[in-house]
Every structure is written in structure tokens, then in C-alpha cells.
């Protein structure tokens, strides 16, 4: 068979199963540059013609290049993805990129936020502004829910109940989490800036706006997550919104010994051991600290 049609149907595959934009780029910018490897270094045309070598070969390449090995692997995940894919359509037999082995990827150490970071970084903003509420808000969802930034970024306005919000995870999957009072107190002084900042303006249906009345780009939140850390002063830590997942979890396991299934579907995990390795780094940092609460802002003693 013809690899470039496989791979078309492939990717109208991927598509049908909902994949995000994002992912998509990411599949068609992967498979391309391999398709490209394969024709014009390899000589191959059809799907049934690559071997084990080419694709060791086709990773060497990428050594050879520079590129890291959380890179290559993120790359080759991919690739695995298509002919696995392949042998379950019974196009090829095996699935031969389950033979290629990629380098290790060196374990990072990850030195987590501490109670007291975060309770820094969301005093660090006042309801004076409305960017000011906005900010405060956004550090104390990502804080208390351990939502994703793509996850953040899309709330919708709707997505927001009394006591929850519907999260609209990775592959369009959706899931409940849960708003604490503490959060709630917060979310509630936040929309009221809100409302009164649009109240003559345009704006999009996104919970969180910029002050144009747009949704905000990943960009964006990122920015208002560096200002927190740079004003309450946290040196020495990854600040990003990734970092609060983890310290989210962490709090979770601390305040009623969360057990791993219940935590990995608070935080959208497709597979239990996602979590669990994302767990265990935290014990590797001794980040497991006894606390009262199951809510992280609730543990908090300085919540007023």
C-alpha cells in the first residue's frame, strides 16, 4: 500500500476520534517529516516495504540533529501511535516500531510549591482591578482544582456551576471537578469585577477574558502565573501551570489519603498509571506532608 494514502486515512482517522488541534499539528508536522525521511533517504513508498531498521535509523537521525530525549520520544509516541494503528487495521502484521528503542529520558527533579507559595502568589493580586480579581482567580482554580492550562483557558462561562465546573480535557474528553468554598469566595468577587468591567463592552463566552474581552492565549495565562511567582518572591521553582497540577495532587493525597483512582480522574488521567508516575516524583521530593483538608486553599490557615 501507498504510505502516503495510510497516512491520510490515518489522519482522517485521528480526526474522527476527536483529536485537538493541537495533537493534530502535531501527528501531521511528525508523520510528514518521516514520510519525507523514508521517501527521499530511504527509498520507500509503501507502508508494507519500511522495516525495524529504517525507523532506528529515522531516530539515530534525530540524535544526530540535536534533538533531546524527551523530544524524541514525545516524537516517537507518535509514530508508535500510527503503526499501531496499521496492525489493527491488519495493514501490516506487527507493529514494528514497537521494537525501536528510544533514549532514556533523564528524570527531573521537580521541587514542587509549598502552602505557603501559593498562598503568596494568590495574595500576590487584589480585587482592586478587574485584572487583578481575574489573576487572583486564576491562580486559585489552578491551585485548587489542578486543571490543565488548555483546560483553564477554555472554560466557558456555562462550564460553571454552584458547587462545580465541567472540564473539557484532552481528546474533547469531559469531567467533573469540584469548586471549594474557598474558591467559590474568590470566583464570586472575580465575576462580580467581571460584570462590572463588560457591563459596556463586547466579550467572547470564555469564564476568564482578557481586558480586551477575548479568551486568553496560552501566552497569556502563562504570563499571569510568572507575575504571581515573581511577586510573591518563589525562587527556585518551575513556575508554570503544570507546577500547580502537582501540587494539587500532592495536597489531595495529604488531606484524606486520596486513593490514586479517585485523584486520576479529578486530574483527566486516560490511564492510572499516568498518575502514578506523576505521584511518585512527589515522594522522590518528600512533597507528602500531613495537612487537614482535602482542599488545598480550605487547608490553608491563613484563608480569611
Known sequence: MELEDVLKEYLYHCRAKGFTQKTMINKRQELKQLKEYLVQKRAITELENITVHDLKAYVRLKQIAGLQAQSIDSMFKIIRAFFSWCEKEEYLKVNIASKVETPKVPRKVLTGFTMEDV??????FSYKTYLEARNKAIIAMLADTGIRAMEIRGLKTTNLKETTILVNGKGNKERIVFISPALKRILIKYERMK?????????TDEYFLSYTGSGLSHVALDSVVKEAGKRAGVIGKRISPHTFRHFYAVQCLNAGGMDVYSLSRLLGHSDISVTQRYLQSMNDEQLITKAISSSPLMSNKNNK
Open 119 to 124: 498562598h503568596a502568589m494568590i495574595e500576590a
Open 195 to 203: 460584570k462590572q468591567y463588560f457591563r459596556d463592552k463586547q466579550m
